[in-house]
């Protein structure tokens, strides 16, 4: 079982930079494709993007050039670098884990997929 915990959210303005961590218990972080969701109230979980156990990334099309998704297995941690934020952007910011167990290519990109969820962290980004 893994325990996810996202951290670095805040207020930022437009413009602005964010990077958010999330933080998995266990020693089997590896072992899992890591994806990042968000949503925002009345809305449906949106894919912000995900990362192979073997390190390849995807993103939802809209974010690709703004976000970063990367991993350090070394500190069982997945990070998102956010840059040139926008309004649209605030929302509550989830990571996700699925466990795979060996060395791969694929992302998963739909969240009924992923395993485990961290609580979210929340993004705001001021006009």
């Known amino acids: 079982q893994v325990q996810l915990v996202e951290s670095g959210g805040g207020l930022v303005q437009a413009g602005g930079s964010l990077r958010l961590s999330c933080a998995a218990s266990?020693?089997?972080?590896?072992?899992?494709?890591m994806g990042w969701f968000r949503q925002t109230p009345g809305k449906q979980r949106e894919l912000v993007g995900s990362?192979?156990?073997?390190?390849?990334?995807d993103y939802a099309d809209r974010l690709k050039g703004r976000f970063t998704i990367s991993r350090d297995n070394a500190k069982n941690t997945l990070y998102l670098q956010m840059n040139s934020l926008n309004p649209e952007d605030t929302a509550v910011y989830y990571c996700?884990?699925?466990?795979?167990?060996?060395?791969?290519?694929?992302?998963?990109?739909?969240?009924?997929?992923?395993?485990?969820w961290g609580q979210g962290t929340e993004v705001t980004v001021s006009t």
């Open positions: 996700a884990a699925k466990l795979v167990g060996y060395y791969s290519t694929r992302t998963y990109r739909t969240a009924n997929v992923y395993d485990y």
């Open positions: 990362i192979s156990t073997g390190g390849s990334t």
């Open positions: 266990g020693r089997t972080f590896g072992n899992y494709a």
